[in-house]
């Protein structure tokens, strides 16, 4: 089993910043990518900013020039830091891991999500 632990969500005034964090944990053999969704009320999920292995890093046109993604492999762990944030950045945000497992192949696991407030 692989468990993906977040943190980091909160109330921010509009302008502020947070970072969140998601470690990743378990029988965790190959991350091919991590990455974050967001779903704020009454929307679809959406996804944010991922950052892969290899290749370039995805940013949703909302967010670039404001949010910045990171991994610490070692630490099987995947950061966003947000900044100039915005009320429509307002959503519960997802942890997102994409792993190649021996056996069975490409296996998306999800964290429980954090809510991110902003307030205006």
């Known amino acids: 089993q692989v468990q993906l632990v977040e943190s980091g969500g909160g109330l921010v005034q509009a302008g502020g910043s947070l970072r969140l964090s998601c470690a990743a944990s378990g029988n965790i053999f190959t991350i091919n990518h991590m990455g974050w969704y967001r779903q704020a009320p009454g929307k679809q999920r959406e996804l944010v900013a991922r950052?892969?292995?290899?290749?370039?890093?995805y940013y949703a046109d909302s967010v670039k020039g404001r949010f910045g993604i990171s991994r610490d492999n070692a630490k099987n762990t995947v950061y966003l830091q947000m900044n100039s944030l915005k009320p429509e950045d307002t959503a519960v945000y997802y942890c997102n891991t994409e792993l190649i497992q021996p056996g069975r192949g490409f296996i998306n696991y999800w964290g429980e999500g954090t809510l991110v407030t902003v307030s205006s």
């Open positions: 950052i892969p292995n290899h290749g370039s890093t």
